[in-house]
């Protein structure tokens, strides 16, 4: 999120406080990955036994998900006046309606103070950013100590364009397990621009059970793509359970190598990187 909407959503939190009469104002997290939005049949959530507010705001426009953050503080505020009870989020309830309603007033009474909310731009700041969800990316021991050195900067001596995958435990004869990094996609996606990719001449389409890959061309960034941000979990194969060979831009095949593994590990530590050391990509 830029300078600017920080601002502004500063700016609201403290519109809704004064409006709705707000006493205090709970923990609000933001969230990019559109799975909150599958798992949880809704933008947004107010969760009053541990007092905090969960609103999803990839790929949408501010004013759609600031209107969600109006209706969840004044579920809050309802809570501060003892009026939710076991069955108050049910649709149609008072409860319900009320939150409806005081949304709708908000944001019509705030659009007026600041119409730059509804601007279409807001939702693809760089270059037409979409809803990608978490995105996958393997490769050997060798590779992310580059990176962990490099300041996570993707590039390809060999390839116009780096690629990711959405298949969690995907396999493949030319792709290291040694690593696995996971990546908020949609962040990504708010910086470069990401194009689906389909190696159909290989036999891959477009199912869940294939490559489903992901790629962003390096002609558009010579420096590489820098993926730091976007870093999710950072995962390390078990030297001894991984079974693939390693191939790299620079390198010929060769199998997982210790040597490799301690040096990895020894920048995860010095930079201060968070790392899981697993048995089987899962």
Do not use: W
């Amino acid at each position: 999120m830029n300078q600017q909407k920080l601002d502004t959503l500063k700016h609201f939190l403290k519109y809704c406080k004064k409006e709705l009469t707000i006493q205090s104002l709970p923990p609000i997290k933001l969230i990019n990955d559109p799975a909150f939005v599958l798992d949880n049949r809704s933008f947004g959530g107010y969760y009053p036994n541990d007092n905090i507010i969960k609103v999803y705001c990839g790929n949408r426009i501010m004013a759609d998900y600031l209107r969600s953050l109006a209706h969840e503080l004044t579920h809050h505020r309802q809570r501060e006046l003892n009026m939710i009870q076991d069955d108050s989020g049910e649709a149609g309830s008072e409860i319900e309606n009320e939150a409806n309603a005081m949304a709708g007033i908000i944001m019509r009474d705030y659009g007026q103070i600041n119409p730059n909310i509804y601007e279409v731009s807001e939702s693809t700041d760089l270059n037409e950013a979409r809803q990608v969800g978490k995105l996958y990316y393997f490769g050997p021991y060798r590779r992310l100590d580059r990176l962990v050195n490099n300041g996570f900067k993707l590039s390809s001596t060999i390839q116009p364009f780096v690629s990711f995958t959405r298949n969690k435990s995907m396999v493949s004869d030319t792709i290291a397990n040694e690593v696995r990094l996971t990546l908020d996609g949609d962040m990504l996606s708010q910086r470069h621009k990401i194009t689906p990719f389909a190696h159909s001449a290989a036999g891959y389409g477009r199912s869940s059970a294939d490559e489903a890959e992901e790629r962003i061309d390096l002609s558009k960034h010579p420096q590489g793509v820098d993926i730091s941000k976007a870093i999710l979990s950072v995962e390390l194969m078990n030297p001894l359970k991984a079974g693939n060979a390693e191939f790299d831009d620079e390198e010929s095949f060769e199998p997982p190598s210790l040597e490799a593994y301690a040096s990895l590990i020894r920048s995860l530590k010095k930079n201060n990187i968070p790392y899981k050391i697993v048995d089987s990509f899962k």
